[in-house]
């Protein structure tokens, strides 16, 4: 018997934690648990205070009550219908630290953020699961849509898309480490979207017909602009150097923007110029405090480096590797040859230019649905 | 999870189950004795007898007449209305300059039935001053005393903490308060049960207890107000009896309360040394089965049941959930609706480092604890207490420089 079969046949009798967010892709993987006779315990994560920045709420919108997200009600719920024990932790603390505050700091840095796979490398996959031990629970269940499987030959955890690509979230987990994966478990990756609202319609969850969330789960309704400034108002902190010049690739300037964090590199509307052609953001120089706007095909990169990268199906790459790339969550993957760098970095070469290629968000290399690596955009 | 689990209840000052007797006495108040209180016929009269009766009980608790106990929906409304009623009733003191603020004067370590409406009365333009306590939790009378000016009118310092069990000096307050003429409100819903209670022995003027931490129903609670104090309301509807509150009175509840307040001022004498013994055998067990930890608040006065621990390297919120898996039930901090935890402004209030703060848990015992239960709770505890710590990084190094 392999090591890992070992592992598995031990971990057999431990229960699993299940991370219930209130939505109903968790709540399913609950009940799928519960239905296979496992020992499930629900854990549920505070991270955000909902009261804060009230003046975000939208327009006769009633505070939240005290601590709670309705959504953490929801999990309870979730958890009393399937007989199971449920907890909420608070993980305001953290989240602020490693996901709010980067994210802020992020966009005024002039890069555009991916805070959920901040979150799920800092938040979800650490604390939680070590939290999950430490009640006893070796393994934790969420709710992505992704796989994990392990090599016997390489020795290795590796993670692979969702076979429901609309769903696939791996784009979101490329930072996982081989511990992390060891003790996680993603139900939802074999099944699709629909299958899953029948699991949890026959399970009769409270959540079944609940609707999905899309949104930054701190930022209500997608205003990142308004809830950057909110944020640092509240904090007492000031917006650097809000003003600047709005100016093209070849020195021109067009006008003034209002701040660089109400940019993103590919963005064309609000801009506030207009000059009879399309043009877009094509960079933003924190250095000079400048919007850069160029053309469509100014905004395609042949190259990217990108830093801080997790392998997974292997330690490190000896030779360079030939992968897909997405450097978007919603971004057609694209042929390229990954050339890993001294440092931990690597660099990307598309076989064709890609368009907005946007410092801060991540470049996740695929071979096939197997997930190489990953790692933030420079 | 396995139904037949051993479950020990160590959460007694989070509530209480209703005793028994109890539930017994309130029983033909739902279906059969359903008349309102206020209402003239025979329904009413019948009802309106036995709030009365229960109205007697509560007084007898704590040494009060019947005329000075309101009944509540609970102890936060009885701290809520002694303060904003108070508060708004009071004149501004004579010798206060014109244009002068209301001011009242509390502590650190208030329950969040205090705290919060202070904060809201801030809010409202009275000036508040929060006293600190020391590393027990106690407040210095003399700092109370110091706290004290002309604009004072109102002095509210809990009789008993609910996380710590500590005991306030509010005697030596009252002294100070009566001196300066100046309203002494304490909440006394921890202390109730607990301790001998007697409203003109401690000398405050308003004083609240709650009936589900003295095994009576939630949903109840009462404000002792003592004769000629003046007290705005907080709520204002018909059929209010003859305390001034309005709203049907909730008499199954009240009945429960009446007959808690019984058993409690019966079962004292007996029951408070037997808790006290099981909390320090309690004690005892844990300092002796588990490494490095401490008694929050234990050189003060305590009441009987509270065992507030420190267990350095242990994440209080992990350890309550581990504990829960395992059938023990304690608490860490506040619990909050949505059954977070957040860092108890009590632990901070005593000086707590916010990792020791994070690191306490809350053991509250009560009238159905056994010892069976305890020997449970110590076969049980440490060895949770060895897992978390084995899985912190911090234990292990510190365990590995102790052996270095």
Redesign the interface.
Known sequence: MSRASEIEESKEREPIAVAMSGGVDSSTVAAILCERGESVIGLTMQLWDQRRLPELRPLGTVPQRCCSLDDAYDARRVAQHLGIPHYVLNYEDRFEETVVRPFVDSYLAGSTPVPCAQCNTHVKFDPLIETARKIGAERLATGHYARIRFNETSGRYELLRAVDESKDQSYFLYGLTQEQMSRTIFPLGELDKLSVREIARRAALPVAEKPESQEICFVPSGHYVQFIESYLTERGESLPEEEGEIVTTGGEVLGRHQGLHRFTVGQRRGLGVAVGRPLYVVSLDRGSNRVIVGEDEELRSAACDVRAVNWIPFAFPERPVRATVKIRNRHEAASATIEPLAGGGARVQFDEPQRAVTPGQSAIFFDGDLVLGGGAIV | ?NAAMRRVYLDYNATTPVAPEVLEAMLPFFAGNYGNASSIHAFGQKCRAAVEGARDSVAKLLGARASEIVFTSGGTEADNLAIFGAVSAAPLPAGSSAGERKHVVTTTVEHAAVKSPCEELERRGVEVTYVPVNREGRVCPEKIAGAIRPETVLISVMLANNELGTLEPVERIAQFAAEKKILLHTDAVQAAGKLALDVHRIGAHLLSISAHKIYGPKGVGALYVREGTQLDPLLFGGHGGRDGRPGTENVPGIVGMGKAADLARMQLAEGSPRIAALRDRFERGMLAAIPLVRINGCCAPRTPNTSNLLFPHV?A???V??L??KGIACSAGAA???????PSHVLTAIGLPMPDAHASVRFSLGRYTTDDDLAYALDVIPPVVQ??RS?NPQWRDAAVAEKA
């Open positions: 999870m994440e919120e992990a350890l959930i581990a829960d898996l909050c609706s949505s059954g977070t935890v957040e897992r978390l899985l």
